[in-house]
């Protein structure tokens, strides 16, 4: 398993920051040339080096004024990302095929010719394709792929490490100081943003020390949360600065916005008026992105190590997390204020399904999905439907008032193994067997007004009668 690693540049100097943007400009082109000419159906069966052969045959390689290495590198990266669009218009196509006919002859013939890529010979099939799949275009110009054999690096006398790739002159070396001490390998991947560099490389997840760590043995359910990244079937919580976190970085944003909205203001007020000196002072120097993204990124790489803590102390415990699928998507008809809508929109669930993945992946533990429709509005007891208000979920049934995340990562728990409820039981259909247990589970209750005497008299009578 692969995960990726960023080290970013320190201090820069600006001429050699100019090179590496030069350099990218040229191999954007390079990137929009093989996207507007294969980003196609056509196309996209092609391979790069396909492309290569023809590029070299045709002389189109001389117009970027790039070396041989950077060119062909820019060429397979952008192929495989029209690859990986190609296949992307699949899904889509695979649900359309399974809405469309129930015949099992029939969808093998369509899966198969869909797989083989011999869909242009059916006419259903064709219709399809075309409707998902549309040309594509590419802007990208800050973007630079060095292939692994083409970069080295060193360290100096004050222990500072540097990476040299290759620039626009051919034997003439960028060299980079970075601000770590490991050293990227293979294929790199150079963005630049802010007068800043960042690479990005590939490591074997093996390699990490968390990796290392053994899984625990028990079998425990999670529901993830605001307040906190994950609250586990045990009653446990994990990541509870994730609420706090996200609340102050949504609250800065507002403040934040809301100047800069003034100051907007301010220069297209000055434009209007003919004033455009103003105005480009403004937009230049107080309405800049550079400050503004470094933040972002900051508070992004605190969300992911928040969340990827939390998950680290849920596999200590287990060697099974169940889980509901958080790569799914979700469309609530409950209707939220601004300032929740603004929290909920820096949701971190796509972070926390890629934490438990790969977690759970390196270190040995079993991640299982199940379907999480009601957990969060059942009673884990009698199986009633209660009614939640925040943190707290109000069961009408036994009268218990549970802690919403608790009681719904114990229903998640128990839907592993459930033989009624899979992973891909409608929701409609879950209501219905979650009240039906739940009509069962009441039937075998006492009534709520009988007090211990009557119940005790009942039971006696009852007995009398069997006997009888």
């Known amino acids: 398993m692969k995960t990726t690693r960023i080290a970013y540049s320190h201090r820069l100097n600006a001429g050699k920051y100019a090179a590496l943007v030069e350099q990218a400009r040229r191999l954007g082109r390079v990137r929009s040339e093989v996207w507007q000419r294969y980003a196609s159906v056509g196309g996209a069966r092609l391979t790069d080096r396909q492309v290569r052969d023809g590029w070299l045959a045709d002389g189109t390689h001389r117009q970027f004024g790039v070396l041989a290495n950077a060119w062909k590198e820019t060429v397979r990266d952008a192929m495989a990302d029209i690859t990986a669009n190609f296949e992307a218009a699949k899904v889509p196509v695979r649900r359309a095929i399974r809405r469309h006919t129930s015949d099992p002859a029939q969808r093998r013939r369509l899966f198969g010719l869909l797989k083989a890529d011999r869909w242009a010979e059916d006419p259903y099939l064709s219709r399809l394709m075309r409707s998902r799949w549309r040309r594509g275009h590419n802007r990208t110009r800050d973007q630079i792929v060095v292939r692994a054999d083409q970069h080295n690096t060193r360290v100096d006398a004050r222990g500072r490490l540097w990476l040299a790739v290759p620039g626009l002159v051919r034997r003439q070396l960028v060299r980079i100081p970075l601000n770590t001490t490991f050293v990227p390998t293979g294929t790199l991947r150079l963005i630049l943003r802010g007068d800043r560099v960042e690479i990005h490389y590939q490591i074997d997840a093996a390699m990490m020390k968390t ?82 993204d470094r933040q972002a990124g900051r508070h992004q790489a605190r969300v992911r190590t928040e969340i990827f803590t939390a998950v680290h102390r849920v596999v200590d415990t287990a060697a099974i997390v169940v889980a509901e699928d958080l790569t799914k998507t979700f469309a609530g008809r409950k209707q939220f204020g601004r300032n929740t809508n603004r929290r909920l929109a820096a949701w971190t669930k796509g972070v926390t399904a890629e934490a438990l993945t790969n977690v759970s992946e390196r270190r040995g533990s079993a991640l299982v999905h199940v379907n999480a429709a009601y ?94």
């Open 375 to 468: 957990t969060s509005q059942v009673c884990h007891r009698c199986g009633a439907l209660g009614h939640r208000s925040g943190d707290r979920l109000h069961c009408t049934s036994c009268g218990v008032v549970w802690q919403a995340d608790v009681n719904a990562a114990i229903n998640v728990l128990r839907r592993h193994g459930d033989p009624d409820i899979t992973l891909r039981t409608p929701h409609h259909v879950v209501k219905q067997i979650v009240q039906a247990r739940a009509d069962r589970h009441r039937s075998r209750l006492p009534l709520p007004d009988s007090s211990p005497a009557r119940q005790a008299e009942s039971e006696s009578s009852e007995v009398l009668s069997n006997e009888q």
């Open 211 to 292: 990796s290392q760590r053994p899984c625990g043995e028990a079998t425990i359910g999670v529901d993830k949360g605001y307040t906190e990244a994950l609250t586990d079937s045990d009653g446990n919580y994990h990541g509870e600065g994730l609420g706090h976190l996200l609340t102050t970085e949504s609250d800065r944003l507002k403040e934040r916005n809301r100047r800069r909205a003034k100051v907007r203001s301010v220069a297209n007020t000055a434009a209007l008026r003919g004033n455009h000196a103003k105005a480009d002072r403004i937009a230049r120097n107080n309405l800049g992105a550079i400050k503004r």
